[in-house]
């Protein structure tokens, strides 16, 4: 992991991350939310942060996608200081966050148009994405017409809209229910397969982070810290079945485990 | 599976469109028609009560005066200046509202700033202010404008700062995740989600606009339907003129309401 290879971009590094919100109230001292988080995910690697409610996997998100300056550390993607937004990576919000006067197919063009692109490329590479997530048939629709998993996979075709190197999803299927849970996380591996992306996903689900990941990284809470880091070494591609091993089991023995042990200090 | 939604349950004509449309508007109408029955009905009853003693022209005598002040004149120069005036003081009004609406819900200097004087000047009623307003500005247009601009101004800007205001702040974050200019903010999802709220406003600063405009003239002028009631009532002792003045009044309103309902029907779609 340490030797870079040149070939594929979007290593994605976070060196000693720490942010504070500032107090509600006065004199109350600052919530810290990250407290000295680093991380290196390898170009091509999913990575899982998996952590109680207020460990700052979103928070972490946020900085990954330069929406959020820490006060300390800092992302670097290939080496470059992520300090805005980039083109280069793509986020996937926990709602859909759909524009609802748009119809499927401006929504995802939505980055694209931003972007100044002209109509002509623009429905091109619509054309490309639609397929891609499965919702050619819903194309003309708009928001209120879809259903949860449609509107999350119109979501995640706006992330992809401009190719990026990097694919950051915060708990993106939470609101979905069990079954189509797990469909869509084959789905994204399906996803990581087509586009190569680096993909960082925040999840609470352990299965989830299991399934899709090749690494898993506990977070405690409240100072957020990685807990344990716990490899997935299972073989690609991925199914349901997988679920049901050994290896799983023995994955999610030891992510419990770690889950566990910051509730003692706290 | 989400496409059923939009394929099934299809009437069996488009409801836009085809034979069916009149017959659907006047379905739609028929509650609008028997209500304004029932209002002419009991307005004839109530002027056959009151007789003489009383002023109240029954409805066939408005509306014979109305349609013959429309045919010989009386009406149109009036109704034409009162037209301009609700027109231009309402784009003023609006304009102004809409502008600072926004800065006051984007900037809390700017609410801090502004909004006592917002208040204040709304708590001062507009009857009260028109004549110096008449006084400033003169006998002319400006001093209607700005009378109706005034009136308008409130709604519109109270509208738009809510609208703003309650833009979700997911989307505002999902633009800025994509470098959106602030310009692109405001044309792709400000001004967009903001659209019903905003119209609203414009809805009662339109109906608002006339009775800037009747205020207006009412302070001193020479022509409008405001001059007309005065003139019918003071000077002609033309009840029913006076009358039929009010209900071309009345008409305005409903007609100035209606533009901006269909204007935001155009603008918003479906949701």
């Known amino acids: 992991m340490t030797t870079e290879r040149v070939t594929r971009p979007g290593r994605l590094v976070a060196e000693d991350i720490e942010v504070a919100f500032p107090a509600s109230r006065r004199g109350a001292p600052p919530t810290v939310a990250l407290d000295g988080l680093s991380l290196d995910v390898a170009a091509g690697e999913i990575v899982a942060l998996i952590g109680p409610n207020g460990c700052g996997k979103s928070t972490f998100l946020r900085v990954a996608a330069g929406l959020l300056a820490p006060q300390h550390g800092r992302v670097t993607l290939d080496g470059a200081p992520v300090v805005a937004p980039s083109p280069r990576i793509g986020l996937v919000f926990q709602e859909p966050r759909l524009l609802p006067w748009r119809s499927v197919v401006d929504n995802i063009a939505y980055p694209l148009e931003l972007a100044g692109w002209p109509h002509r490329r623009r429905d091109e590479r619509v054309a490309e994405l639609l397929p891609l997530v499965g919702i050619e048939r819903a194309a003309a629709l708009r928001p209120v017409q879809l259903s949860g998993g449609m509107r999350q996979r119109t979501a995640i075709a706006r992330a992809l809209a401009l190719a990026p190197d990097v694919l950051l999803l915060d708990e993106p299927f939470s609101a979905l229910d069990a079954l189509t849970r797990e469909w869509f996380n084959l789905e994204l591996l399906r996803l990581h397969r087509r586009t190569g992306a680096t993909i960082v996903i925040v999840t609470h689900s352990i299965p989830e982070a299991i399934l899709v990941a090749d690494r898993v990284l506990v977070l405690t809470a409240q100072p957020g810290r990685i807990a344990a880091e716990v490899r997935v070494d299972a073989p690609s591609p991925r199914s349901i079945e997988l679920l049901d091993g050994a290896l799983v089991s023995r994955a999610a023995a030891e992510i419990r485990a770690n889950l566990a042990q910051p509730g003692e200090v706290a | ?271």
């Open chain 2, 1 to 271: 599976m989400s496409t059923d939604l939009a394929a099934g349950r299809r009437p069996p004509a488009d409801p836009a469109v085809g034979p069916s449309s009149v017959g659907r508007s006047i379905e739609a109408l028929w509650p609008a028609i028997v209500a304004f029955a029932v209002f002419v009905l009991v307005w004839k009853v109530a002027a056959l009560i009151a007789g003489l003693g009383f002023i109240l022209p029954p409805p066939e005598l408005v509306g014979a005066r109305f349609l013959g002040a429309w045919a010989d004149g009386t009406m149109e120069p009036h109704a034409w200046a009162t037209f301009v005036e609700v027109v231009l003081g309402f784009a003023a009004g609006a304009s102004i509202g809409l502008g600072a609406g926004y800065l006051i819900a984007r900037s809390r200097l700017a609410e801090r700033l502004v909004s006592p004087y917002l208040v204040a000047a709304q708590a001062v009623p507009i009857l009260a202010l028109a004549p110096l307003l008449a006084l400033w500005f003169g006998p002319g247009l400006l001093a209607k404008i700005v009378i109706c601009g005034l009136i308008v101004f409130f709604p519109v800007t109270i509208a738009t700062m809510v609208g703003i205001r309650s833009v979700d702040r997911g989307l505002l974050e999902l633009a800025a995740s994509l470098r959106a200019t602030r310009r692109q903010v405001l044309t792709t999802i400000e001004i967009p989600a903001a659209m019903p709220s905003v119209l609203g406003g414009l809805r009662v600063g339109a109906t608002l606009a006339v009775v800037g405009a009747i205020v207006g003239e009412w302070a001193g002028a020479d022509k409008g339907l405001g001059v007309l009631v005065n003139l019918a009532r003071g000077s002609l002792f033309d009840y029913p003129l006076m009358f039929a003045t009010l209900v071309t009044i009345a008409l305005f309103g409903i007609a100035a309401y209606l533009v901006i309902v269909l204007a935001g029907r155009r603008l918003i779609g479906i949701r």
